[in-house]
């Protein structure tokens, strides 16, 4: 065995015994009483956190299914809306008559707005009633707001979009086609009713965070955001956004 060997083996009961029994005792007693506690505490503290975060990720599950189911609900309650207009006789006949080359008369179009009135609905959020031939003729139309033509032909192949409209309003367009009562498998035209986006978003996400930079948002299949508790967003494309991306993902299996 080497020198140095030697006296590295030797050194550390020789300083064991300089330091004074009183020390030694103190510090056997802090390792015996901290190391547990310790211990413990850490445990207790990772034990403590995943518990809080499987809260939350719950609370915030319930808090998107109440959303979903609230805002599924309102959108219902427009889609059966949409669905007694296009089955009354005065649509069907007055689309049908456009449709079969006859000219839009003003009988027509007040006779729509005389049965819809009398179809009991009430909403602060409905801002317009559009009912559209198959050739795409305007037939009933309040008139308040108008959006640009392309704009007008993209909404017929999404029944449910985000507009901005010629005045600046935000508005979420819900529309369906209207068949043929006697031929259901016969298209006759459209129906889309527009609601006001700001009402229906405060309607459906108020008094609803997660804390501060969180985000409640009404996004269609392609990615296109319809409602938002951030109006900036309104309207843009997230298809690519990694979190869409992963939604998407996750439905399709």
């Given at each position: 065995m080497s020198l140095n060997a030697q006296k590295t083996r030797g050194f550390s009961p020789n300083v064991l015994r300089r330091i004074k029994l009183r020390?030694?005792?103190?510090?056997?007693?802090?390792?015996?009483?901290?190391?547990?506690?310790?211990?413990?505490?850490?445990?207790?503290?990772?034990?403590?956190?995943?518990?809080?975060?499987?809260k939350v990720k719950q609370a915030a599950?319930?808090?998107?299914?109440?959303?979903?189911?609230?805002?599924?609900?309102?959108?219902?309650?427009?889609?059966?809306?949409?669905?007694?207009?296009?089955?009354?006789?005065?649509?069907?006949?007055?689309?049908?008559?456009?449709?079969?080359?006859?000219?839009?008369t003003s009988g027509i179009v007040s006779g729509i707005g005389e049965m819809i009135v009398t179809i009991p609905f009430q909403s602060t959020h409905l801002k317009n009633i559009r009912v559209v031939s198959n050739d795409r003729?305007?037939?009933?139309?309040?008139?308040?707001?108008?959006?640009?033509?392309?704009?007008?032909?993209?909404?017929?192949?999404?029944?449910?979009?985000?507009?901005?409209?010629?005045?600046?309003?935000?508005?979420?367009?819900?529309?369906?086609?209207?068949?043929?009562?006697?031929?259901?498998?016969?298209?006759?035209?459209?129906?889309?009713l527009y609601i006001d986006e700001s009402q229906l978003s405060r309607y459906i996400f108020t008094d609803v965070s997660f804390g501060e930079g969180s985000n409640f948002l009404l996004i269609d299949a392609a990615g296109n955001v319809v409602s938002s508790q951030n109006a900036e967003l309104l309207g843009e494309d997230l298809a690519d956004d990694p979190i869409f991306q992963q939604i998407t993902a996750l439905r399709q299996a």
């Open positions: 020390t030694r005792l103190f510090v056997t007693f802090l390792i015996i009483s901290l190391v547990p506690v310790i211990t413990i505490g850490i445990f207790s503290y990772r034990a403590y956190t995943q518990s809080m975060n499987e599950l319930q808090t998107i299914e109440l959303l979903n189911n609230n805002m599924s609900t309102q959108l219902g309650i427009y889609s059966d809306y949409i669905g007694s207009i296009s089955v009354s006789d005065t649509v069907q006949n007055g689309v049908a008559s456009v449709n079969n080359g006859h000219p839009l003729t305007v037939i009933y139309d309040l008139g308040y707001d108008d959006i640009t033509p392309q704009r007008f032909n993209e909404l017929l192949d999404n029944s449910l979009q985000y507009i901005h409209t010629y005045r600046a309003n935000d508005k979420i367009v819900i529309g369906r086609k209207i068949y043929d009562m006697h031929h259901t498998s016969t298209p006759l035209g459209y129906i889309m």
